[in-house]
């Protein structure tokens, strides 16, 4: 049962703290992104991966996160340092192209305090 | 700028209803819209996928229609369940462009 992977599922942690979250794309899915929900503003694009180059990370503050893909079964999001404003769940997605179906993981939600 | 709205934001039903959710878009150059379901903790959960070329797309008791014209699309569930109850949302190309989604309650 093909699915996208993310870990850690939950993660408390103290202001200024570096926070990774990983993701493991459905295999053959070429697109990955990464998105943001909170109660306030929805889900939110951060950023997204083609063939594992970066496309578009405009939804990212750029002082304190990054995006990667180190591999094609690997995705990172990492906040360095982390604020209590950064609280949220983080979900990572994968299809095949901008266009195609998209499928989710189960997300990680994130404590910052 | 919202280019996504789903009307309305919350509905309650009794089991056993038909109903229709809303989605509608600004931009009429669309791809695809895709519909999703979130269980409350979950992630979100692919429903249908409708391309740009297609008008309609049906899995089981789910109905999906697109009328890129108009700018909007329509999930129609039918005979509701209480199982039913969760947060649908619908995107444009499932990219970048959700709406805020309408969460549904189907009481038994």
């Known amino acids: 049962d093909a699915r996208v992977t993310q870990t850690p599922r939950d993660k408390v942690t103290e202001m200024g703290q570096e926070v990774t979250m990983r993701c493991q794309p459905i295999l053959g899915h070429n697109t990955v992104f990464w998105y943001r929900q909170t109660m306030m503003q929805g889900l939110e694009l951060l950023a997204y991966?083609?063939?594992?180059?970066?496309?578009?990370d405009s939804g990212m503050p750029k002082d304190r996160f990054s995006a990667e893909m180190p591999d094609a079964t690997l995705a990172t999001l990492k906040i360095q340092p982390s604020e209590p404003r950064d609280s949220a769940v983080y979900f990572c997605?994968?299809?095949?192209?901008?266009?195609?179906?998209?499928?989710f993981g189960e997300g990680s939600r994130l404590t910052v305090l | 700028k919202q280019e996504v709205t789903q009307i309305p934001a919350a509905l309650s039903v009794p089991e056993g209803e038909n109903l229709v959710l809303n989605c509608s878009f600004t931009?009429?150059?669309?791809?695809?819209l895709q519909w999703f379901r979130q269980d409350p903790g979950k992630g979100l959960t692919s429903l249908l996928l409708i391309q740009s070329s297609q008008r309609e797309q049906t899995s089981g008791r789910l109905n999906a229609s697109l009328d890129k014209s108009s700018g909007r699309s329509t999930l129609y569930i039918a005979a509701s369940q209480p199982g039913d109850s969760a947060t649908y949302l619908c995107a444009k190309e499932g990219k970048s462009t959700f709406g805020d989604g309408t969460t549904l309650t189907v009481k038994p």
């Open positions: 991966f083609r063939n594992r180059a970066p496309l578009d």
């Open positions: 997605a994968s299809g095949t192209g901008l266009t195609g179906e998209l499928f």
């Open positions: 931009d009429s150059a669309i791809y695809n």
